[in-house]
Every structure is written in C-alpha cells, then in structure tokens.
C-alpha cells in the first residue's frame, strides 16, 4: 500500500494476466496506484532483485494490499471477491461458481501459461507463432463448447463474473497472436459485448500508464 | 453420478491433477467411484469421443457430482470446499486463503502445464526432459522463497489445505523428471510430513485401481 493506503498494482500494460486483475479493480470500484513493470525493458524488469522480492516467480501482476503481497491473478481476484464482495464477480450458485471457477482455470491454466512470453522464449523463434497459436487454438475449441451451455450475455448467465475478466485478455491474445476466431461465434460475442463496458475499456492494454505512446487509443 | 448416487472421478492414476482431487475426496471422506482414463492407451482414450463430451479440454480429472461435471481440479476442489465444507481446505482467514490460492495457482498453473504429457509431446524428443525440468525448478525456487513466509507443518499454517494437495503430486513429478530436490528444504520437508497422512497414501498413484501391477507398491 502507498502511504496514502492505496493498494499498489505491479502491471504491465500488455500482460493478460495484469488486465484480469484491472479489471476486477475496476468493476469493484477499488482506487489504486499503478506500478509498471517492462517484461521487456532491461532485460526485463520482473527479473530485477527489488522485484524478485516482491514475487519470487518474477510475473506480473502482484498487488499489494491490506498489508500483504499477493499474485497469481485469481488468487488475487478471489481475495479482492472475499473482502470487497460487491459489485460480486463469483455467482452465488455453487454450481455457478464451479463453471465460472472451471473457465477461468481452463484460461488462466491450460491456455494462458502456454502462450506466454517466458515460454516462448524456449520456443525457437520461427516456430513460436505456431506454437501459441496451438495453445489458443486448443483451448478455444474447448471453451467455445462449454461456454454453450454456460453462457447467457456473458461466460456465465447474465452477470459479469470472473470467467469474463480471463476471457476478454485471452481474446486480445488470440488477435495478437492472429488466430482466426470466426470459429468460435459465442466466445467473440460475449467478447464484443464485454468490451463495451466501461471496466473493460479503462483498463484495456492500451489505455494504461505505461503504454507506448505509439499503441494508445 | 452413478446409480446409487456416488460421485464419478474420470482419473489416471499418474496424473497429478487427478491425485489432487483424489486427496481432496479422501480427506472430506467422500465415497466416489473411479473411471479410469489411460492417457497413453489406444493413442489417450481423453481422446474418444465419449469423453470429449465429457471435457471438451480432453484431460482428467473431470469429477460428475450432485448432476453437474467439472474439470479443471481446483475449480473442483473449489467446489467440494464450498458444498462439503467439513474438514476445511482453505482456511478461515481471508489473508491465509490468499496464500493457499496463490500456491495452489503457481503449482496448477505456473508449473504443471508446462510439464504435462500434452505440452511435452510438442517438444523434441532430446530436450522433453530439460523442458520439463527447467519448469519445475524455476516454479520451486519461488514457491521454496514463498514457503518459508508461508509455512508451518504444512504449506500455509498447521492444517492441511488445498495447497498442499497441489504439492505433493508436484513433488512426485520433479522426483519423476529427476530434478534434485536437495535445494528445496522446505518444499522436501512438508512433502514428506503430508506423504505420511492417510488421505496422501490411499491416493497415490502407486495404489489406484488403474495402477499397472508393475508400479504398484
């Protein structure tokens, strides 16, 4: 936390996992301050000793508050859920919950982690884009197939919920990453439609305090 | 669900997404049935189309309970703590539930699937090893650093909780990939107290109903 008592968000401006968390800062209502950590400047700043401190995995995001130090996004999202519960980002169903739960694992684990920039440095260069664009591929095709029977306006049914604020960084990927999303119509209209809302859109990568001039909007 | 009502796990009994939920069952004293699904088998019977209907990701452990399925094993374990709270897996304490979300996320999502069968049929032959064991010791090396802010008996605190479900089938995959643990003393040394708790042994990979006769133990 700042001195003022703001909660502290170690972002990068491009990171999908940082935007979760953004995101759910936002819909919450919840004011902070950012910290921008280039993945890519110096080498990298995650890999500096002050940050290493902070989080030992050298990734963003971690989030400083209420006097701790938290990261891995859906922890820190279902942390912020249980003690700042409105506006509520995980149904009341525990049906509901498992579905919005199962989403946002199968994002933020089975997809995301493959396709990310320290992976794919392992990757060699000319097969890099083929290889993230498997891991979304794969991963699309699963969760379109889901998401039809969970989905109403959003992930699922009609309210935003967790599973949405994996869903919008993950598709910013696939365009990033050019994969075709014509095959999965219910993932790019609950996408379309999320993307209108003002929490989205203020935190969307190139809106952020740390992005190049030459990628905002 | 069977006919008599007994819950399903879709499992191999190597995997260690399945082990997690296999001790998460065994702990809350829940009565469930095994269908075991042999990822090497027939080319990965996750493969068949049954299943596929079953989880659209093609992977274990998918659990069927009170009429719905759900995959990925946190959102599993998530929902078993949510609707069989009794004993608990996350503890009371919104900063401690924190911590056990964090270390259960860097083991679900910053290190197995990098290891996993799927990841490593996408490498060359002569680097799977190397791959496999680079992301487990880039994950121990933060997760030995977070422990021992963590960690009393187990993971988090004394009790038993979701993170340490996520550990010891980790620890038996670095075991797997021989990575030497000797740099790892706190990560070694709840792996060892947990490994003697009932709920670890009767779910261990070696004692499944899908275990070859040649591993069993």
Chains 1, 2 share one sequence.
């Not at 859906?74 to 509901?96: F, G």
């Not at 029977?149 to 696939?174: F, H, I, K, R, W």
């Not at 209108?196 to 859109?201: G, I």
Request: aromatic share 6%; net charge neutral.
């Amino acid at each position: 936390m700042t001195e003022s008592g703001k909660p502290i968000l170690y972002s990068y401006f491009r990171s999908s996992c940082s935007w979760r968390v953004r995101i759910a800062l936002a819909l919450k209502g919840i004011d902070y301050e950012t910290v921008p950590i280039n993945l890519i400047k110096d080498g990298g700043q995650q890999f500096s000793k002050d940050f290493q401190a902070l989080n030992p995995m050298k990734q963003v995001p971690a989030l400083k508050i209420d006097g701790i130090t938290i990261h891995q996004s859906l922890a820190i999202i279902e942390y912020l859920e249980e003690t700042r519960p409105t506006p509520r980002l995980l149904p009341q169903d525990p049906k509901k919950r498992a579905s919005v739960r199962m989403i946002s694992d199968l994002i933020a684990g089975g997809i995301q982690p493959l396709q990310n920039l320290s992976v794919l440095k392992q990757v060699e260069e000319e097969f890099q884009l083929t290889w993230a664009q498997n891991a979304i591929i794969s991963g699309f095709n699963a969760l379109e197939q889901i998401l039809q029977s969970t989905a109403g306006t959003y992930c699922v049914g009609d309210e935003v919920t967790m599973a949405d604020l994996c869903l919008v960084p993950q598709v910013a990927n696939a365009e990033r990453f050019k994969v075709d999303c014509t095959p999965y119509p219910t993932i790019s209209s609950i996408n379309k439609r999320l993307l209108v809302l003002e929490a989205f859109q203020v935190t969307h990568p190139c809106r952020q305090p740390d992005t190049p001039t030459e990628l905002r909007a």
